[in-house]
């Protein structure tokens, strides 16, 4: 059974920084990439960024790329996002999930995700 459990949302002011943290279990290198979706308030959710757990490819939504960095560490088993130089409309709920793809887009087809975990960026 997969499961995705997210930490480390928060309040921050434009332009700070903060890390998210997916712990995963039931997920195996090679299974699964795991990636971030985000909601906002009144919006579909969007795509955010993907990682596969078993070499170095990414993906990353226009909205975030050079903002975002998405990381694994397999032996934690947890995926992280360091989110830089953030802006009040990255405001939303963030979820870990799975699958989710490298290079199609727009991907909107994650079966698990976690309780997810809520980023408010005040201006």
């Known amino acids: 059974e997969v499961k995705l459990v997210e930490s480390g949302g928060g309040l921050v002011q434009a332009g700070g920084s903060l890390r998210l943290s997916c712990a995963y279990t039931g997920v195996t290198a090679g299974d699964y990439n795991i990636g971030w979706f985000r909601r906002a308030p009144g919006k579909e959710r969007e795509a955010v960024t993907c990682?596969?757990?078993?070499?170095?490819?990414?993906y990353y939504s226009t909205s975030v790329k050079g903002r975002f960095t998405i990381s694994r560490d397999n032996a934690k088993n947890t995926v992280y996002l360091q989110m830089n130089s953030l802006k009040p409309e990255d405001t939303a709920v963030y979820y870990c999930?799975?699958?989710?793809?490298?290079?199609?887009?727009?991907?909107?087809?994650?079966?698990?995700w976690g309780q997810g975990t809520q980023v408010t960026v005040s201006s």
């Open positions: 999930a799975v699958p989710c793809s490298t290079w199609y887009e727009p991907w909107d087809e994650y079966d698990i």
């Open positions: 990682i596969s757990l078993d070499d170095d490819k990414t």
